[in-house]
């Protein structure tokens, strides 16, 4: 069974950090494509930060400077850590691992709320 389990989230005022984590099982992690995801109420999924297995890194330009995807493969978690923060950055972020189309996995999420 699959699971991705995202921690990290919380309240943070404005120009503050903050680290989310994405723990992984259940998939060889290694080979697998992973990202982070945000929603906010009202609006569409959309895609914040993605890591390939080879270490690509892939960001939306909204947070670009802001936060950074890294990966640890001998644990089977991804990370993002979010600096800076805004209040438009306030959202539940969802943990996603990807191999393709088909092999399509998604965390609970974690609620991201940045006061200003």
């Known amino acids: 069974q699959v699971q991705l389990v995202e921690s990290g989230g919380g309240l943070v005022r404005t120009g503050g950090s903050l680290r989310l984590s994405c723990a992984a099982s259940?998939?060889?992690?290694?080979?697998?494509?992973m990202g982070w995801y945000r929603q906010s109420p009202g609006k569409q999924r959309e895609l914040v930060a993605i890591?390939?297995?080879?270490?690509?890194?892939n960001y939306a330009d909204s947070v670009k400077g802001r936060f950074t995807i890294s990966r640890d493969n001998t644990k089977n978690t991804v990370y993002l850590q979010m600096d800076s923060l805004r209040p438009e950055d306030t959202a539940v972020y969802y943990c996603k691992a990807n191999i393709g189309v088909r092999n399509v996995y998604w965390g609970q999420g974690t609620q991201v709320t940045v006061s200003s």
């Open positions: 259940g998939i060889i992690f290694k080979i697998y494509t």
């Open positions: 890591i390939t297995s080879g270490g690509t890194t």
